[in-house]
């Protein structure tokens, strides 16, 4: 578990927890075999009307060890088509990130809140990421990661529980009971938008910060304690 020992500007979410993808402290020990079933009865799933028109559910792809794991929105045709998430033009995008920050797929997860695709991209229904994200509940606990990154409105505002816009919300961190949080614009987003790029990139180095901070605070197993209560959650992002 990060303690963040020195991440500055972490806004703390108490008020506003990420109750849909916290767990207990039995969950965090869910062996990768509790995804692999849930991951096989997802394979099957028609629990929504999404599961007519999916070529096939994608579940999520990575390391079940991650200590990051990003959060999208929803398959989109070339994921839907090639069962992985984020390998089409966004995930191009996405892979600029994790290199900047020197990480690779196979150090990170990556999944989405509702895994068939909508049907020509639109956005996912309230009603789909409400019954579709009882697997993220079970996913994510599974891997017992320390950071989410949030990909976009859609995850965003699941995960958070928040309605800012994600202008407001991109590039700050926010700590819930179990997890730090980062929402990011989705990718796709910063190829429509070329504004949004360099922000989206800017995150880079923050990731890298944080996954330097945890790795110690795990060669310091035992001696780490909770110095977020240092960081004040009025404090604002440059
Ligand atoms: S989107 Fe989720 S809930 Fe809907 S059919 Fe696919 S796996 Fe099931």
Redesign the pocket.
């Known amino acids: 578990m990060c303690s963040a020992q020195s991440a500055e500007n972490v806004h703390s979410c108490q008020n506003t927890p990420a109750p849909d993808v916290s767990c207990s402290g039995s969950d965090k020990a869910l062996p990768t075999r509790i995804q692999d079933k849930f991951a096989q009865l997802?394979s099957k799933?028609?629990?929504?009307e999404?599961?007519k028109t999916?070529t096939q559910?994608v579940w999520g792809s990575g390391s079940d060890a991650a200590r990051i794991v990003f959060i999208g929105e929803a398959p989109g045709r070339t994921e839907d088509e090639g069962g992985q998430p984020f390998i089409g033009a966004a995930g191009k995008v996405l892979d600029e990130l994790l290199a900047a920050a020197d990480l690779k797929r196979d150090d990170i997860y990556i999944t989405n809140v509702?895994?068939?695709r909508p049907p020509k991209n639109r956005n996912p229904m309230p009603a789909?990421i409400d019954?579709?994200s009882k697997?993220l509940k079970t996913q994510i606990p599974a891997i017992g990661p320390s950071v989410i990154v949030t990909l976009g409105t859609f995850a965003t505002r699941y995960v958070l529980q928040r309605k800012d816009s994600m202008a407001a919300l991109q590039g700050r961190l926010y700590q819930s009971k179990d997890y730090l949080i980062l929402p990011l614009y989705h990718p796709a987003a910063t190829i429509y938008d070329r504004t949004k790029r360099e922000p989206f990139l800017a995150a880079a180095p923050l990731l890298k910060k944080l996954l330097a901070e945890e790795s110690a605070d795990d060669s310091a197993e035992g001696t780490a304690s909770n110095h977020l209560s240092n960081h004040s959650p009025s404090q604002e992002n440059t």
């Open positions: 997802a799933c028609r629990k929504c999404l599961h999916r559910v509702v895994k068939c789909e019954v579709c697997y």
